[in-house]
């Protein structure tokens, strides 16, 4: 008599090696598959709902709620902010900062990373954690503190200033009375002051990447080197730079996409969307969006825009990696 067992060793046996290896390929998209339809509800289909609102005029909350019918006005809508004269300045402002706060991240998070690297195991553990504190504080935290820090009456650096000597900061600055200076009214010192506080919320991150990458570069390579009589600037050039280069470049990618889109400490700072000549795309796309009269389709628009934008930036870096992998 048969048992129940020997019915799925006789499949087994009669299943050929490459349905056996159709089914073992599929197993990983099988596993992939609940990763992937959370990603899709939670991504792709706001993503989706943004570019569909971008092709509409809409103008009030009861037309996102379905009360009322949205008018389709297709393409109307880039065609406005791209042939809006502040867009370019927008564009300008959003470029300009994202390529200063990279170079100036990267240079920083990098010499702190060889920093880490030329530290005993105990003493580096001390100053990453210390460093890591910057990374692991909340934006919108950091940011308040950097407002008081820059308060124009009761802010340290309002104090500072108010310290120095009054013959030394009317010969530089031209005024001695620092309480009641308006830190943020001017744009360039605006963006100097955000520059700073995007760039201390981010080095730390790149840092500890620098530092991971780092220890992965045999030892042996920066000893003959040594050796040789070459210095630390030709060997962080000629050793370090070559075998980290994949390293540098996701970093830079990733600082790219994250000064792009800077928004809450600009907003903060700011104190709203008011300064309108300090705009950049995220928080342009937000005072489109919401400010009174609100724009959603507008600001979807300009979101729009700025994904397409980062898009072309992660293209360009997949790009590059896939042409060295074909050259090495």
Not at 200 to 211: E, K, T
Not at 248 to 274: E, M, N, P, R
Request: proline share 6%; glycine share 6%; with cysteine.
């Amino acid at each position: 008599m048969t048992t129940l067992t020997e019915v799925p060793e006789a499949a087994a046996a009669r299943e050929t090696p490459a349905r056996r290896r159709r089914r073992v390929d599929r197993l990983p998209y099988l596993l992939l598959l609940p990763a992937l339809l959370i990603i899709g509800v939670l991504l792709l289909w706001p993503l989706g709902q943004v570019v569909v609102m971008s092709f509409y005029r809409l103008n009030s909350v009861r037309q996102l709620r379905g009360d009322r019918e949205w008018p389709w006005v297709g393409l109307g809508n880039y065609t406005d902010i791209l042939s809006d004269p502040f867009f370019l300045t927008v564009l300008r402002n959003t470029v300009l900062f994202a390529a200063a706060n990279v170079l100036l991240t990267m240079v920083l998070g990098t010499l702190v990373g060889l920093l880490l690297n030329r530290l005993g195991r105990k003493m580096a553990t001390f100053v990453a954690s210390c460093v890591m504190l910057a990374w692991a504080t909340p934006a919108l935290t950091g940011t308040i503190v950097w407002k008081w820090i820059f308060d124009d009456t009761s802010g340290l650096v309002t104090w500072l200033f108010n310290a120095l000597p009054d013959g030394l900061s009317n010969s530089l600055f031209g005024r001695s009375d620092w309480t009641g200076y308006g830190w943020f009214n001017s744009p360039l010192l605006f963006f100097a002051i955000l520059t700073l506080v995007v760039v201390w919320h981010s080095f730390p991150f790149i840092a500890v990447s620098v530092l991971a990458g780092l220890k992965s570069v045999p030892s042996e390579l920066h000893e003959a080197a040594r050796v040789d009589g070459a210095s630390p600037w030709r060997v962080f050039w000629k050793i370090t730079f070559p075998l980290l280069r994949p390293v540098f470049g996701i970093l830079i990618v990733l600082s790219t996409i994250w000064d792009f889109k800077v928004f809450t400490q600009q907003f903060v700072l700011a104190g709203g969307t008011q300064d309108r000549p300090t705009f950049m795309l995220a928080i342009y796309s937000y005072a489109e969006a919401f400010s009174p009269p609100p724009k959603y389709g507008l600001g979807a628009a300009i979101a729009v825009i700025l994904t397409l934008i980062l898009l072309v930036v992660t293209g360009f870096y997949v790009r590059m990696v896939l042409r060295q992998e074909d050259e090495s």
